[in-house]
């Protein structure tokens, strides 16, 4: 599968969220070699997840679905109440 990269003046945010720090770690990796560094925020639960869309709006979340604190549906749930 081809990743599309980013150009320069792209401000694309991605936010990753999972409680595995391997799983962040890679995933990071991946996106980072294919021009989103520096664009990659991540964090290991839900609240977090929360507080970091709330501050940072990204425009893309890869969420975990097994979250320690919360349920990734249940995050997915308050983000849409909050944009609501």
């Given at each position: 599968?081809?990743?599309p ?5 792209d401000k ?6 999972d409680d ?12 980072d070699?294919?021009?989103f ?5 991540t964090?290991?639960?839900g609240?977090?997840v929360?507080d ?7 425009d893309?979340?890869?969420?975990d ?5 919360i349920?990734?549906i249940d ?7 909050v944009?609501s």
């Open positions: 599968m081809k990743i990269t980013l150009s320069t003046g694309l945010k991605i936010l990753l969220a595995s720090s391997l799983c962040l770690d890679r995933t990071r990796e991946i996106l070699k294919h021009g560094e520096g664009k990659v925020l964090c290991m639960c609240q977090d929360l970091i869309v709330e501050e940072h709006s990204p893309i979340i890869l969420l679905l097994f979250l320690p604190d349920y990734g995050v997915l749930r308050k983000i849409r109440e944009e």
